[in-house]
């Protein structure tokens, strides 16, 4: 499966950015999707995931109660909802697809978009 995901930007702290990944390929309903992020200078850092059906997500700490993770498996996207930005949300965001949810949640993917630059300015 493919993925491409858009949407990344400048954004002032406390703004918002709706993230898309565009799946083609392969059968999306087959797979969990996740969003994970790379900082300038860190480790990559799991996001949020969404279960096949978009019936379950997972939310890193950090994130949880800004973002929300969504997807649209007519239009085979899913979406990444980022609220209340801070600096620190700063990164390059990407998206990707694995056949087991739990794989998602330890940072690792079989499938891997590009990633869309965030930056938060202050």
């Known amino acids: 499966v493919l993925l491409q995901a858009s949407g990344g930007g400048l954004v002032q702290a406390g703004g918002f950015l709706r993230l898309s990944c565009a799946a083609s390929?392969?059968?999306?309903?087959?797979?969990?999707m996740g969003w994970f992020r790379q900082a300038p200078g860190k480790e990559r850092e799991f996001v949020a995931a969404?279960?096949?059906?978009?019936?379950?997500?997972y939310y890193a700490d950090s994130v949880e109660g800004r973002f929300t993770i969504s997807r649209d498996n007519v239009k085979s996207t899913v979406y990444l909802q980022l609220n209340s930005l801070k600096p620190e949300d700063t990164a390059v965001y990407y998206c990707?697809?694995?056949?087991?949810?739990?794989?998602?949640?330890?940072?690792?993917?079989?499938?891997w978009g590009k990633g869309t630059l965030v930056t938060v300015s202050s």
């Open positions: 990707a697809a694995d056949q087991f949810y739990s794989a998602l949640r330890n940072n690792v993917a079989g499938y």
């Open positions: 390929g392969g059968t999306t309903t087959n797979y969990h």
């Open positions: 969404i279960g096949r059906s978009g019936g379950t997500t």
